[in-house]
C-alpha cells in the first residue's frame, strides 16, 4: 500500500533552518508530483509547494518564497523541504503528499489533487 512518511521536525529558533524528509513507497515515486501542506494551530490546511515527477518544475507559495526548496531524490524515493529563515507563523504540522502539479494556487480546490498523505511531522518556530 501507499506509504509516506515524514520526519525531521522538531523545535526551533526564529533565524534558523529544518530539512523535511518524506519517505515514499508503495508506488512509482517516481512518476507523481507531490506536494507539502501544513496546518497551523488552529487553522486549515495550507499548500507550501509542489513539485513535478522528475524535479525540474516547482511552485511556491506566496509566505515561504525564497526561504523554503522543495526537491525530490527519485532513487531513493524521498521528497525533502529545506525550510530557512523560519518564522513564528511556519509553526504547523507538515504533511507530504501524492500529486499537486506545480503552479499557483487560488481558493482550496488544489484539496482534491492530493490523493495520499503522510502522517505528519511537528515544526514548532519559538524563542
Known amino acids: 500500500e501507499v506509504q509516506l512518511v515524514e520526519s525531521g521536525g522538531g523545535l526551533v529558533q526564529p533565524g534558523g533552518s529544518l530539512r523535511l524528509s518524506c519517505a515514499a513507497s508503495?508506488?512509482?515515486?517516481?512518476?507523481?508530483?507531490m506536494s507539502w501542506v501544513r496546518q497551523a494551530p488552529g487553522k486549515g490546511l495550507e499548500w507550501v509547494s509542489a513539485i513535478n515527477s522528475g524535479g525540474g518544475s516547482t511552485s511556491y507559495a506566496d509566505s515561504v518564497k525564497g526561504r523554503f526548496t522543495i526537491s525530490r531524490d527519485n532513487a531513493k524515493n524521498t521528497l525533502y523541504l529545506q525550510m530557512n529563515s523560519l518564522k513564528p507563523e511556519d509553526t504547523a504540522v507538515y504533511y507530504c503528499?501524492?500529486?499537486?502539479?506545480?503552479?499557483?494556487?487560488?481558493?482550496?480546490?488544489?484539496?482534491?489533487?492530493?490523493?495520499?498523505w503522510g502522517q505528519g511531522t511537528q515544526v514548532t518556530v519559538s524563542s
Open positions: 503528499a501524492q500529486g499537486g502539479a506545480p503552479g499557483p494556487r487560488y481558493g482550496s480546490s488544489w484539496l482534491e489533487e492530493l490523493d495520499y
Open positions: 508503495g508506488f512509482t515515486f517516481s512518476s507523481y508530483a
